[in-house]
């Protein structure tokens, strides 16, 4: 497994490499020993990188260290020379072991495309992420990355620019001890600008055609133009962001932002992307998406009380409805002189039947009111509720 030290010696090789695939450098055992005092690193670490090349002994010219048929020099000058070719499977191998043991992702698997391309899926908090690792600059730059797609780049050549990109890392980052938390914020960031969750949407489907067309009445009322045909009012978004528009609820867009109101697979719940001019952009941060999140989850929170209120009323009539029949027969078998007779020869309480008869009735009286409070309040809010939320009333609706 590659130590930190002997991954920064080999960045380093990389980072002075004035070619496009590292893979093709050849180095010589001097290279290497001044990187490493370059680096102030003063233990032996030769023998510790050896595994990562193929070394072969091959004649060189001692003065310009290459063959001599390139630099023009006689055969005089040639010496024989230990030459170091980086071994690209033999490091990723390396690199990986040491990843896992890192515990910076949940699980990870290595796929070799070819010698100098190999593609690391990972996982990390049920998230699926795929680095698609390149030992050639040039190969890197002309593939087409999808970051919305979690799909990002890992450099082992040292351009330090190519780096610097969003979605692009170093491999020498993967060993950093904060490397699961980068890649984490990262993540969280890139979801948030694919999407912003508003609410769950499954345990909606009782009422989300309501909640829908709340949501669509609110961006009406709030300056937007709405419309259904998603596919056809985002076609370019859609499409270069992979948004299944079968799972679209609709658009709404003014001047040149967009908002999509969907369910596809790019964030777990209910959620909203947003598009200015083309590009994605975060819409968690967006007033208007703040602005319609807590007021369409105050909503349905309030519904979902409404609904559980009538649930628990239910219960309770049928309660009240057991003592009804209770104090009915009772005055039922009152008025036979059933109870009359039961109660004088076991309890002597013949002279109180009148007041026992009238208490039933108070009680049942009462009952009637509390039934037709509990019953009907539930019902009552059910009528008055509506479903619609007040337009954004912000200065800049597009931001």
């Known amino acids: 497994m590659i130590l930190a030290d002997e991954a920064d010696v080999l960045e380093e090789a990389f980072f002075r490499a004035d070619v496009s695939d590292v893979s093709a450098l050849e180095y010589r055992e001097q290279d290497l020993e001044d990187y490493a005092e370059y680096l102030h690193i003063e233990r032996d670490i030769l023998p510790d990188i050896r595994p990562y090349f193929s ?65 690391l899926k990972a996982w990390l908090d049920r998230t699926k992420i795929t680095f698609q690792c390149f030992f050639d600059g040039d190969e890197m730059e002309r593939h087409d990355f999808k970051p919305q797609a979690m799909e990002f780049g890992v450099s082992f050549f040292g351009d330090q620019q190519v780096v610097e990109r969003e979605h692009r890392y170093s491999w ?90 969907c369910h596809c697979e790019k964030t777990p719940g209910w959620h909203v992307h947003h598009f200015s001019d083309g590009r994605i952009e975060s819409a968690e941060q967006t007033p208007i998406i703040e602005d319609m ?40 078998l009152d008025r036979l002189g059933l109870i009359s007779s039961v109660l004088r020869e076991q309890f002597q309480l013949g002279g109180s039947l009148h007041l026992i008869a009238f208490g039933l009735l108070i009680f049942d009286a009462l009952a009637a009111i509390a039934l037709a409070a509990v019953v009907t309040r539930p019902y009552v809010r059910d009528a008055l509720f509506s479903w619609k939320i007040e337009p954004f009333d912000g200065d800049d609706r597009t931001t």
Request: aromatic share 12%.
């Open 172 to 261: 020498r980052e993967f060993l950093e001890d904060d490397f699961r938390d980068t890649i984490t914020t990262d993540v969280k960031h890139l979801k948030e600008a694919i999407g912003s969750d508003f609410y769950e949407y499954r345990p909606l489907e009782e009422f989300r055609d309501r909640v829908r067309q709340s949501l669509r009445d609110y961006f009406s009322e709030s300056g937007y133009e709405v419309r259904r045909e998603v596919g056809e009012v985002c076609a370019v978004e859609t499409t270069q962001y992979g948004i299944d528009t079968g799972k679209t609820d609709f658009a709404a867009r003014r001047d040149g932002s967009k908002f999509i109101v």
């Open 293 to 332: 999140t807590e007021k369409i989850e105050g909503k349905i929170n309030t519904y979902q009380d409404i609904r559980l209120n009538k649930q628990t009323a239910s219960k309770f009539v049928t309660l009240l409805a057991t003592f009804f029949s209770i104090g009915f027969v009772v005055l039922f």
């Open 55 to 119: 070394i072969s002994e091959e004649q060189r010219c001692e003065q310009h260290g290459i063959p001599t048929t390139s630099c023009g020099c006689g055969e005089s000058r040639q010496v024989q020379a230990a030459i170091y070719h980086l071994d690209p499977e033999a490091l990723v191998e390396d690199w990986v072991a040491a990843v896992r043991d890192s515990d910076t992702f949940d699980s990870i698997e290595l796929e070799k495309i070819d010698s100098t391309r190999y593609v």
